[in-house]
Protein backbone atom coordinates (compact mmCIF):
# COMPACT_ATOMS: atom_id res chain seq x y z
CA UNK A 1 0.00 0.00 0.00
CA UNK A 2 1.30 3.49 -1.21
CA UNK A 3 1.38 6.10 1.55
CA UNK A 4 2.23 9.59 2.09
CA UNK A 5 2.25 12.10 4.77
CA UNK A 6 -1.11 14.30 5.29
CA UNK A 7 -0.28 18.13 6.66
CA UNK A 8 -3.51 20.22 7.67
CA UNK A 9 -2.46 23.40 7.25
CA UNK A 10 -4.37 26.22 8.99
CA UNK A 11 -5.13 29.33 7.57
CA UNK A 12 -3.19 31.02 10.27
CA UNK A 13 0.56 29.55 8.42
CA UNK A 14 -0.96 30.80 4.79
CA UNK A 15 -1.67 33.93 6.04
CA UNK A 16 2.40 33.70 7.85
CA UNK A 17 3.70 33.60 4.44
CA UNK A 18 1.18 35.53 2.83
CA UNK A 19 2.63 38.85 5.71
CA UNK A 20 6.25 37.59 5.23
CA UNK A 21 6.01 37.84 1.54
CA UNK A 22 3.96 41.53 1.69
CA UNK A 23 6.89 42.42 3.80
CA UNK A 24 9.64 41.66 2.13
CA UNK A 25 8.02 42.94 -1.59
CA UNK A 26 6.89 46.53 0.32
CA UNK A 27 10.53 46.63 1.82
CA UNK A 28 11.88 46.37 -2.15
CA UNK A 29 9.21 48.67 -3.26
CA UNK A 30 10.46 51.32 -0.68
CA UNK A 31 13.51 50.78 -2.06
CA UNK A 32 13.08 51.24 -6.04
CA UNK A 33 10.70 54.10 -5.33
CA UNK A 34 7.43 51.96 -5.84
CA UNK A 35 4.07 52.81 -3.75
CA UNK A 36 3.16 49.90 -1.86
CA UNK A 37 -0.50 50.11 -2.82
CA UNK A 38 0.65 49.44 -6.24
CA UNK A 39 1.48 45.87 -4.98
CA UNK A 40 -1.08 42.77 -4.67
CA UNK A 41 0.09 39.52 -2.69
CA UNK A 42 -2.06 36.63 -2.39
CA UNK A 43 -1.44 33.25 -0.32
CA UNK A 44 -3.07 29.67 -0.50
CA UNK A 45 -3.13 26.40 -0.04
CA UNK A 46 -1.51 24.90 -3.43
CA UNK A 47 -3.98 22.11 -3.47
CA UNK A 48 -6.66 24.56 -3.36
CA UNK A 49 -4.87 26.11 -6.99
CA UNK A 50 -5.72 22.17 -8.46
CA UNK A 51 -2.36 22.54 -10.90
CA UNK A 52 0.16 24.48 -11.65
CA UNK A 53 -0.76 28.12 -12.86
CA UNK A 54 -0.09 28.89 -16.58
CA UNK A 55 2.28 31.51 -17.98
CA UNK A 56 5.85 32.89 -17.23
CA UNK A 57 8.74 31.52 -18.34
CA UNK A 58 8.81 28.39 -16.34
CA UNK A 59 9.75 27.54 -12.78
CA UNK A 60 13.26 28.21 -11.04
CA UNK A 61 14.04 25.62 -8.28
CA UNK A 62 15.75 26.49 -5.10
CA UNK A 63 16.87 23.70 -2.77
CA UNK A 64 17.69 24.61 0.55
CA UNK A 65 18.58 22.58 3.88
CA UNK A 66 16.40 19.81 5.00
CA UNK A 67 14.32 19.04 2.28
CA UNK A 68 13.14 22.76 1.97
CA UNK A 69 12.32 23.92 -1.53
CA UNK A 70 10.94 26.85 -3.57
CA UNK A 71 10.03 27.38 -7.06
CA UNK A 72 9.68 31.00 -8.94
CA UNK A 73 7.73 31.87 -11.62
CA UNK A 74 8.24 35.01 -13.70
CA UNK A 75 6.78 36.45 -16.71
CA UNK A 76 8.13 36.05 -20.19
CA UNK A 77 8.42 39.65 -20.15
CA UNK A 78 9.35 40.84 -16.78
CA UNK A 79 12.03 43.41 -17.90
CA UNK A 80 9.00 45.56 -20.01
CA UNK A 81 6.49 45.26 -17.22
CA UNK A 82 9.23 46.35 -14.64
CA UNK A 83 10.44 49.13 -16.69
CA UNK A 84 6.21 49.98 -16.84
CA UNK A 85 6.02 49.85 -12.97
CA UNK A 86 9.15 52.29 -12.43
CA UNK A 87 9.16 54.66 -15.39
CA UNK A 88 5.58 56.09 -15.55
CA UNK A 89 4.77 57.30 -19.08
CA UNK A 90 5.15 61.14 -19.61
CA UNK A 91 3.94 62.60 -22.29
CA UNK A 92 5.52 65.96 -21.96
CA UNK A 93 8.91 64.10 -22.84
CA UNK A 94 9.77 61.67 -25.92
CA UNK A 95 13.67 60.86 -26.60
CA UNK A 96 14.77 61.14 -30.02
CA UNK A 97 14.04 57.85 -32.01
CA UNK A 98 17.93 57.65 -32.97
CA UNK A 99 18.82 57.65 -29.69
CA UNK A 100 16.46 55.13 -27.11
CA UNK A 101 17.14 55.35 -23.60
CA UNK A 102 19.73 52.54 -22.21
CA UNK A 103 19.19 53.14 -18.49
CA UNK A 104 15.61 52.26 -17.80
CA UNK A 105 16.08 48.56 -19.32
CA UNK A 106 19.31 47.84 -16.75
CA UNK A 107 17.35 49.62 -14.20
CA UNK A 108 14.28 47.58 -14.92
CA UNK A 109 16.82 44.82 -14.68
CA UNK A 110 18.30 45.38 -11.62
CA UNK A 111 14.87 45.72 -10.18
CA UNK A 112 13.61 42.43 -10.95
CA UNK A 113 17.04 40.76 -9.76
CA UNK A 114 16.42 42.33 -6.47
CA UNK A 115 12.83 41.37 -6.06
CA UNK A 116 14.26 37.89 -6.53
CA UNK A 117 16.87 38.07 -3.86
CA UNK A 118 14.34 39.61 -1.32
CA UNK A 119 11.52 37.24 -1.83
CA UNK A 120 14.73 34.14 -1.44
CA UNK A 121 16.08 35.50 1.89
CA UNK A 122 12.59 36.47 3.37
CA UNK A 123 11.61 32.96 2.68
CA UNK A 124 15.08 31.53 3.39
CA UNK A 125 15.40 33.16 7.05
CA UNK A 126 18.16 35.72 5.71
CA UNK A 127 20.57 32.80 4.40
CA UNK A 128 20.94 32.29 0.72
CA UNK A 129 19.72 28.77 -1.03
CA UNK A 130 22.53 27.20 -2.16
CA UNK A 131 21.26 24.99 -5.25
CA UNK A 132 19.12 26.25 -8.22
CA UNK A 133 17.78 24.21 -11.64
CA UNK A 134 14.92 24.42 -13.74
CA UNK A 135 13.04 21.38 -12.65
CA UNK A 136 9.40 22.28 -12.55
CA UNK A 137 7.03 21.81 -9.12
CA UNK A 138 6.26 17.72 -8.86
CA UNK A 139 2.59 16.92 -9.37
CA UNK A 140 2.42 15.88 -5.26
CA UNK A 141 3.14 19.56 -4.50
CA UNK A 142 -0.54 20.82 -5.45
CA UNK A 143 -2.31 17.41 -3.75
CA UNK A 144 -4.58 17.29 -0.44
CA UNK A 145 -2.72 17.43 2.40
CA UNK A 146 0.74 18.20 0.43
CA UNK A 147 1.42 21.33 3.18
CA UNK A 148 2.36 23.38 0.51
CA UNK A 149 1.60 26.91 -0.14
CA UNK A 150 1.47 29.02 -3.62
CA UNK A 151 2.37 32.49 -3.77
CA UNK A 152 1.12 35.46 -6.08
CA UNK A 153 2.97 38.67 -6.36
CA UNK A 154 1.64 41.21 -8.57
CA UNK A 155 1.75 44.94 -9.63
CA UNK A 156 -0.36 45.50 -12.66
CA UNK A 157 0.40 42.95 -15.33
CA UNK A 158 3.42 41.65 -13.83
CA UNK A 159 3.09 38.64 -11.50
CA UNK A 160 5.35 36.84 -9.56
CA UNK A 161 4.42 33.10 -8.41
CA UNK A 162 6.44 31.63 -5.14
CA UNK A 163 5.57 27.95 -4.04
CA UNK A 164 6.93 26.40 -0.71
CA UNK A 165 7.00 23.13 -0.31
CA UNK A 166 5.68 21.58 3.10
CA UNK A 167 9.30 21.45 4.53
CA UNK A 168 10.13 25.46 3.59
CA UNK A 169 6.59 26.57 5.41
CA UNK A 170 8.00 24.64 8.42
CA UNK A 171 10.83 26.86 8.41
CA UNK A 172 9.02 29.77 8.31
CA UNK A 173 6.56 28.83 10.90
CA UNK A 174 9.01 28.13 13.27
CA UNK A 175 10.49 31.74 12.79
CA UNK A 176 7.59 33.56 13.64
CA UNK A 177 7.02 32.27 16.53
CA UNK A 178 4.77 29.80 18.07
CA UNK A 179 2.00 28.74 16.11
CA UNK A 180 0.24 25.34 17.66
CA UNK A 181 -2.51 25.04 15.02
CA UNK A 182 -0.37 26.52 12.08
CA UNK A 183 0.58 22.81 10.72
CA UNK A 184 -0.86 19.51 12.74
CA UNK A 185 0.29 16.28 11.42
CA UNK A 186 -2.81 13.60 11.54
CA UNK A 187 -1.78 10.85 14.05
CA UNK A 188 -1.17 7.16 12.88
CA UNK A 189 -3.76 5.39 11.73
CA UNK A 190 -4.09 1.58 13.30
CA UNK A 191 -4.89 0.92 9.55
CA UNK A 192 -6.26 -2.62 11.10
CA UNK A 193 -9.06 -1.05 13.34
CA UNK A 194 -9.77 1.66 10.75
CA UNK A 195 -10.25 -1.25 7.69
CA UNK A 196 -12.10 -4.31 10.15
CA UNK A 197 -15.37 -3.38 8.95
CA UNK A 198 -14.61 -2.33 5.30
CA UNK A 199 -16.66 -5.26 3.12
CA UNK A 200 -14.02 -6.90 0.47
CA UNK A 201 -15.22 -9.45 -1.98
CA UNK A 202 -13.16 -12.70 -2.69
CA UNK A 203 -12.97 -14.51 -6.07
CA UNK A 204 -12.44 -18.33 -5.76
CA UNK A 205 -11.21 -20.49 -8.98
CA UNK A 206 -11.95 -23.52 -8.47
CA UNK A 207 -10.75 -24.84 -11.80
CA UNK A 208 -10.40 -23.96 -15.02
CA UNK A 209 -10.15 -25.84 -18.16
CA UNK A 210 -10.68 -26.08 -21.83
CA UNK A 211 -14.20 -26.92 -23.46
CA UNK A 212 -14.56 -27.28 -27.12
CA UNK A 213 -17.59 -24.72 -28.14
CA UNK A 214 -19.38 -27.54 -29.99
CA UNK A 215 -19.35 -29.65 -26.34
CA UNK A 216 -20.58 -26.71 -24.50
CA UNK A 217 -23.49 -25.97 -26.86
CA UNK A 218 -24.68 -29.16 -26.71
CA UNK A 219 -24.47 -29.67 -22.76
CA UNK A 220 -27.55 -29.89 -21.30
CA UNK A 221 -29.22 -30.04 -18.07
CA UNK A 222 -28.00 -33.79 -16.14
CA UNK A 223 -24.51 -33.88 -18.51
CA UNK A 224 -21.49 -34.17 -16.70
CA UNK A 225 -18.27 -31.94 -17.37
CA UNK A 226 -15.08 -33.98 -15.83
CA UNK A 227 -12.79 -31.62 -14.54
CA UNK A 228 -8.58 -32.02 -14.21
CA UNK A 229 -8.32 -30.94 -10.57
CA UNK A 230 -9.25 -33.30 -7.97
CA UNK A 231 -11.86 -31.79 -4.78
CA UNK A 232 -9.09 -32.63 -2.05
CA UNK A 233 -6.77 -30.27 -4.04
CA UNK A 234 -5.48 -26.51 -2.96
CA UNK A 235 -7.82 -23.62 -4.63
CA UNK A 236 -6.65 -19.84 -5.12
CA UNK A 237 -8.17 -17.08 -2.94
CA UNK A 238 -8.15 -14.03 -5.31
CA UNK A 239 -9.11 -10.56 -5.70
CA UNK A 240 -11.48 -8.73 -8.56
CA UNK A 241 -8.00 -7.82 -9.84
CA UNK A 242 -6.34 -10.98 -10.11
CA UNK A 243 -4.01 -10.79 -7.57
CA UNK A 244 -3.43 -14.44 -5.13
CA UNK A 245 -4.29 -13.66 -1.51
CA UNK A 246 -3.79 -17.49 0.31
CA UNK A 247 -4.65 -21.35 -0.76
CA UNK A 248 -7.83 -22.74 0.55
CA UNK A 249 -9.71 -25.65 0.44
CA UNK A 250 -13.01 -26.21 -0.58
CA UNK A 251 -15.60 -27.93 1.76
CA UNK A 252 -19.32 -27.11 3.66
CA UNK A 253 -20.28 -25.00 6.37
CA UNK A 254 -23.52 -25.03 7.91
CA UNK A 255 -24.99 -26.25 4.83
CA UNK A 256 -23.18 -23.69 2.74
CA UNK A 257 -20.44 -23.82 0.54
CA UNK A 258 -17.25 -22.72 2.08
CA UNK A 259 -13.35 -22.62 1.85
CA UNK A 260 -10.77 -23.13 4.57
CA UNK A 261 -7.82 -21.09 4.58
CA UNK A 262 -4.66 -22.81 4.31
CA UNK A 263 -1.80 -20.15 3.29
CA UNK A 264 -0.05 -17.35 1.93
CA UNK A 265 1.35 -17.85 -1.91
Same mark, same amino acid.
Given at each position: ??????????? $??????????????????????????????????????????????????????????????????????????????????????????????????????????????????????????????????????????????? $??????????????????????????????????????????????????????????????? $????????????????????????????? $???????????????????
Amino acid at each position: MAVRPFTLLAG $SAVAGVRQLVSDAAGLWADGWGLARTQLAVDALRAADAGAAPAGGIGWRHHVGEDGRALWLNWPADLGAEMQRALFAPDGAYAPPAAQPPQLAPQLAADAGDALRVALLVAMAGGTAWPQADDTPPPPVCYARGSGAVLVSLA $SGKLRVRCLLNEAAIQAIMRRLGPQPSALAKLPALHLHRVLAATPVTLTVQVCAMDLPLGSLL $SAGAGDVIRLDASADAAISVTTGAGAVLF $SAYLGQSEGSVAIEAARRP
